[in-house]
Each structure stands twice: as structure tokens, then as C-alpha cells.
């Protein structure tokens, strides 16, 4: 089994910067692929992106590409997003997850986190 607690979310205003992380216990850390996903309000849980803890390669949705970092810190094991150039439409619930193949898909993942609010201001 694998717990997965997220922190950082928080009210932005559009423009800013947050940092999300992620902390894993139980099951070796270095085994998973770790990734992020967001739902907002009456939409589908969506892909944001994810990191293979154990080579470091990492891919993210076009709509966040250029503007989000996730990295990880194997020896704290935890996952962080770097939010950067926040917009409304951005704002959503994020959610940890931690599965075994780098792929952009929620089935794809077998251990999520409660999730963290993130609030982007016009």
C-alpha cells in the first residue's frame, strides 16, 4: 500500500505561483510512477502531469507544458508541481497519484491522495 498526502494549494491570484507536494509511505517510493491530475467543478478528472521516480523522464498535457515543473526528491519521497503563469482556468482540486507505468491515464494510477484546492483569481 501506498498514502499519499497533498499540501500547497491555496488562493492565487492570476499570473502567480504555487508549489504543490506530494508525500509517499509505505511501499518503496522509488517503484512508482508518480503523477498529478486536476478536476474542476463539472468536468472530468484530467491529466497534468507525471515523473518515473526511477529514471526521471517526465511528460505533461499540452495545457500546462511550458508553465508547470514536477519533480521529485526521492530521499524526502515526495512529488512537487511548480505552478508558474496560474490562470483561472487552472483552478481545480489536484490529486496525487502513484502508479506503475509513466501514462497519462487516471486507470493507469493505483493510489491517489484526497486531493488539494487550488484557487485562481481573475
Known amino acids: 500500500q501506498v498514502q499519499l498526502v497533498e499540501s500547497g494549494g491555496g488562493l492565487v491570484q492570476a499570473g502567480g505561483s504555487l508549489r504543490l507536494s506530494c508525500t509517499a509511505s509505505g511501499r518503496t517510493f522509488s517503484w512508482y510512477t508518480m503523477g498529478w491530475f486536476r478536476q474542476a467543478p463539472g468536468k472530468e478528472r484530467a491529466f497534468v502531469a507525471a515523473i518515473n521516480t526511477s529514471g526521471g523522464r517526465m511528460t505533461y498535457s499540452d495545457s500546462v507544458k511550458g508553465r508547470f515543473t514536477i519533480s521529485i526528491d526521492n530521499a524526502e519521497n515526495t512529488v512537487y508541481l511548480q505552478m508558474n503563469s496560474l490562470n483561472p482556468e487552472d483552478t481545480a482540486v489536484y490529486y496525487c497519484?502513484?502508479?506503475?507505468?509513466?501514462?497519462?491515464?487516471?486507470?493507469?494510477?493505483?493510489?491517489w491522495g484526497q486531493g488539494t484546492q487550488v484557487t485562481v483569481s481573475s
Open positions: 497519484a502513484a502508479g506503475r507505468l509513466l501514462r497519462p491515464y487516471d486507470w493507469s494510477y493505483d493510489y
